[in-house]
């Protein structure tokens, strides 16, 4: 089956373009054992406890990318640039308008090793960092806001959430940042994180802002839950985020709307959120 040079997506025989990557399939090949895309392994290490900060030490020729400002140090060996991605014209200005609508800056920074070296990069506020090895094709969905870095062969994308009421009423708005393989990606979330891995069919019922990450093949949806007595009433607001798997699924423990909650001047006490304040979706991410 052919398969996309850039991001590693099977396509079918007939495709004109990436679905993953939106590249031209005209250069897609067919995999044989040899052909699939493989990324140079990559050595790292995550350092702290809830003030994380992700070590790479890259090999001569390794190149990695992260968004602006998550960058703590780097060794002199390490050269950086900022600038769209993208091969061409058309695909650094599609890239910047998909960089818009996940609310980041326009520019990514590329670092490349010129011989051994290591850069460290870091979350903006308390929480931790989770890193994915992804094979080739492999896709996992992610909050707005959490990518930190990843290796210049992983693709970032946007993905719209699939349902209306999802997207309006989800804590995260109706864009989720898409990761694909291969390569090795980094995300960061606030507070400590907690996995779960879900049976075919099996559900989690999530505070909705709470997800950090989850596979492509897990179903995400919004309920109501309980009655209204409770929605009103019971600190937690109108909806959950429903779950159903197969697939793994990450949660974080603090949002970084409930920490500024509990930094707030104003604030009168409890953690309870209104019954409107859970449709923080409505006009973007919560966090």
Same mark, same amino acid.
């Given at each position: 089956? =052919?398969?996309?040079?850039?991001?590693?997506?099977?396509?079918? #025989?007939?495709?004109? *373009?990436?679905?993953?990557?939106?590249?031209?399939?005209?250069?897609?090949?067919?995999?044989?054992?040899?052909?699939?895309?493989?990324?140079?392994?990559?050595?790292?290490?995550?350092?702290?406890?809830?003030?994380?900060?992700?070590?790479?030490?890259?090999?001569?020729?390794?190149?990695? %990318?992260?968004?602006?400002?998550?960058?703590?140090?780097?060794? =002199?060996?390490?050269?950086?640039?900022?600038?769209?991605?993208?091969?061409?014209?058309?695909?650094?200005?599609?890239?910047?308008?998909?960089?818009?609508?996940?609310?980041? +800056?326009?520019? $990514?920074?590329? %670092?490349?090793?010129?011989?051994?070296?290591?850069?460290?990069?870091?979350?903006?506020?308390?929480?931790?960092?989770?890193? *994915?090895?992804?094979?080739?094709?492999?896709?996992?969905?992610?909050?707005?806001?959490?990518? $930190?870095?990843?290796?210049?062969?992983?693709? &970032?994308?946007?993905?719209?959430?699939?349902?209306?009421?999802?997207?309006? $009423?989800?804590? !995260?708005? *109706?864009?989720?940042?898409?990761?694909?393989?291969?390569?090795?990606? %980094?995300?960061?979330?606030?507070? @400590?994180?907690?996995? %779960?891995?879900?049976? /075919?069919? !099996?559900?989690?019922?999530? @505070?909705?802002?709470?997800?950090? /990450?989850? @596979? #492509?093949?897990?179903?995400?949806?919004?309920?109501?839950?309980?009655?209204?007595?409770?929605?009103?009433?019971?600190?937690?607001?109108? *909806?959950?985020?429903?779950?159903?798997?197969?697939?793994?699924?990450?949660?974080? +423990?603090?949002? &970084?709307?409930?920490?500024?909650?509990?930094?707030? =001047?104003?604030?009168?006490?409890?953690?309870?959120?209104?019954?409107?304040?859970?449709?923080?979706?409505?006009?973007?991410?919560? @966090?």
């Amino acid at each position: 089956m =052919p398969y996309c040079t850039g991001c590693g997506t099977h396509l079918s #025989e007939e495709a004109k *373009f990436c679905h993953g990557c939106g590249r031209a399939a005209g250069g897609a090949v067919t995999a044989t054992a040899t052909a699939i895309p493989v990324a140079q392994p990559l050595e790292y290490e995550i350092h702290g406890d809830n003030l994380q900060v992700a070590r790479l030490r890259l090999k001569p020729g390794q190149e990695v %990318f992260a968004e602006a400002g998550k960058m703590l140090y780097k060794t =002199p060996t390490v050269q950086w640039e900022t600038k769209m991605s993208g091969d061409s014209l058309g695909a650094k200005l599609f890239g910047a308008l998909k960089r818009k609508l996940m609310g980041e +800056s326009l520019f $990514l920074t590329y %670092f490349r090793a010129t011989s051994a070296g290591e850069v460290g990069f870091a979350g903006d506020y308390p929480g931790r960092i989770q890193a *994915f090895t992804l094979e080739a094709g492999r896709t996992v969905m992610v909050q707005r806001d959490s990518f $930190l870095c990843a290796q210049s062969s992983v693709q &970032l994308n946007i993905a719209f959430v699939k349902k209306l009421g999802t997207g309006f $009423l989800g804590g !995260e708005g *109706f864009i989720l940042q898409k990761l694909t393989g291969p390569g090795t990606a %980094f995300i960061h979330a606030g507070g @400590d994180q907690i996995e %779960f891995n879900l049976q /075919a069919g !099996e559900n989690l019922q999530i @505070d909705t802002g709470c997800i950090v /990450a989850f @596979d #492509e093949s897990v179903d995400y949806d919004i309920q109501f839950v309980g009655s209204i007595k409770t929605s009103l009433f019971g600190g937690e607001g109108l *909806f959950l985020a429903t779950l159903t798997g197969p697939g793994r699924v990450i949660v974080q +423990s603090m949002t &970084l709307e409930k920490l500024r909650r509990q930094m707030s =001047p104003m604030r009168t006490g409890g953690d309870e959120r209104g019954a409107l304040e859970a449709i923080g979706g409505l006009f973007g991410s919560e @966090d």
